[in-house]
């Protein structure tokens, strides 16, 4: 292919050459030989650029026809054919003047929009600068207001910082009082455990021995104050335990607010630090008008002041709980001492009355266990008989099983049939009645045992009745607990 512009030479743009044989019709009738031309491929725009050259797009056609001297003779008659196209190509070009005229619209245009492109970019670099300008300031107005914020978040966390240790300081105190109130309680329960015992093993004595003397009388006013004192310090202890949720409630508070500044910190210092060129920064498109603020500075700045007001008057309350438990522990232990020395009073005069009915209750016990040894030789005899019958029993039983597979008329019920089954009821019978003597016995051992188990009761409480007058009780009682362990210091 060839440049565009230039004229077409290829060899299928010749003339057509025409078939070898003879034409149909007549001579006088034939039609003449149009040339097909080749349409050239043309730019949009450049459709008529060399219209007014005529012999670039389409050639006359040279008529070659045959060797036929018929149709020789009647194409030199003719004149040469012109296409179409090349009569529109003729008429159409334009003159000097309009092409001067043109080509001056074309100059004055292009200075016009030279001018304009001029002033367009002299204003869009000044739209340019002075909105840089205005970018750049409003940048530095936000990192100053982002550097005033993060210094007022860092007043209200010292602030809250600092209310927050000394909370957590009065928790620590306040937690200690409570634990020494509870340890003194529980201090408390090993004397009243000492009273309480002495008490329920007095009701275990019986006839003469339940006396309603001074020592019981003694001991129940000792169980009243020392239950009184524990009932005192559990209250006082409920009342820290209430004050102690109030202040984990002012402290969580503390904490929540705290670590909502150090988040807002972290974001605001994040937001100062970035930069033009930083690789965090794309396009939230929409941001600006969405508003999800819950406070004004002023409101921002009261909630933390709240916060810490309300922490204050926690602490408060803790110090007032503090001095009333310190009063508490000081009266305990004058109430204690004086009715602890008067119940140790009491004891010395009930030790020697019951060793008499003591030692007739070991002689009833030591009859009574050599009777249950004997009950026990006849249960270990019935049982050993009880087994001896278990295995003729399982004989007679198999060989009933066994006689039971004989074939058809051979299960027969036969004399020895008859004596196998009167065997297994006979044996049934005897294990029956061994049995039933066995349970008889085994309920007499029970009784024996019960009878035991009451004696030895009656004499555990006569030896209790003593080991607690004179072992246990003045053995217990005679170590008081010490001033520190009453307020509870361990």
């Not at 044989?21 to 725009?45: N, R």
């Not at 450049?46 to 194409?75: I, K």
């Not at 109430?335 to 140790?344: D, E, V």
Request: net charge neutral.
């Amino acid at each position: 292919m060839e440049f565009l512009g230039t004229a077409q030479t290829a060899s299928y743009c010749s003339p057509k050459r025409a078939c070898g044989f003879s034409p149909l019709l007549p001579p006088a009738v034939s039609a003449p030989a149009i040339q097909e031309c080749y349409q050239p491929y043309y730019l949009p725009g450049h459709r008529y650029q060399n219209s007014w050259r005529p012999s670039l797009f389409h050639r006359v056609s040279n008529s070659q026809t045959c060797q036929d001297e018929g149709a020789m003779r009647h194409s030199a008659l003719r004149p040469p054919t012109i296409l179409p196209e090349l009569r529109a190509g003729l008429f159409c070009r334009n003159s000097p003047h309009d092409w001067d005229q043109c080509n001056q619209m074309q100059i004055r245009g292009a200075e016009a929009s030279r001018l304009w492109a001029s002033r367009l970019m002299g204003d869009s670099m000044r739209l340019m600068q002075d909105k840089a300008q205005l970018t750049q300031q409003m940048q530095e107005g936000a990192c100053r207001n982002l550097s005033q914020r993060l210094s007022d978040i860092g007043f209200w966390k010292s602030e809250l910082s600092y209310e927050l240790e000394r909370l957590l300081g009065e928790n620590r105190s306040v937690d200690a009082v409570k634990r020494r109130l509870e340890c003194a309680a529980e201090e408390l329960n090993c004397q009243l455990h000492v009273a309480l015992e002495c008490l329920y093993h007095r009701e275990k004595r019986i006839g003469v021995d339940l006396v309603h003397d001074n020592v019981e009388k003694n001991l129940i006013r000792e169980v009243d104050l020392i239950k009184c004192c524990q009932e005192q310090m559990r209250k006082l202890a409920q009342r820290i335990d209430i004050q102690m949720r109030d202040n984990r409630d002012a402290q969580h508070t503390l904490e929540k607010d705290l670590e909502d500044k150090t988040s807002a910190q972290v974001i605001d210092e994040k937001c100062l630090n970035m930069k033009n060129t930083s690789d965090c920064i794309t396009f939230f498109h929409g941001m600006e008008q969405v508003d999800l603020t819950v406070s004004v500075p002023e409101t921002w700045a009261k909630f933390s002041n709240d916060n810490i007001r309300h922490s204050q008057n926690m602490r408060a309350g803790c110090i007032r709980l503090r001095e009333e438990a310190e009063n508490l522990f000081e009266t305990l232990s004058d109430q204690m001492w004086k009715q602890f020395t008067n119940t140790n009073l009491a004891f010395k005069a009930r030790i020697s009355e019951v060793t008499d009915v003591k030692n007739k209750l070991q002689t009833e016990l030591a009859k009574t266990l050599q009777e249950i040894f004997q009950v026990e030789d006849t249960i270990t005899l019935l049982e050993r008989s009880i087994m001896a019958k278990e295995s003729p029993l399982k004989v007679a039983q198999t060989r009933l099983e066994c006689r039971t597979r004989r074939p058809s008329v051979e299960l027969c019920r036969d004399t020895p049939q008859f004596k196998l089954i009167n065997e297994v009821f006979t044996i049934g019978d005897t294990l029956q009645i061994l049995k039933l003597r066995l349970r008889e016995t085994q309920n007499m051992l029970q009784m024996l045992i019960m009878t035991k188990c009451r004696l030895e009761h009656d004499l555990a409480v006569k030896a209790n009745t003593l080991c607690i007058d004179k072992e246990k009780c003045m053995g217990m009682r005679r170590a008081f607990p010490s001033t520190p362990r009453m307020a509870g210091y361990t």
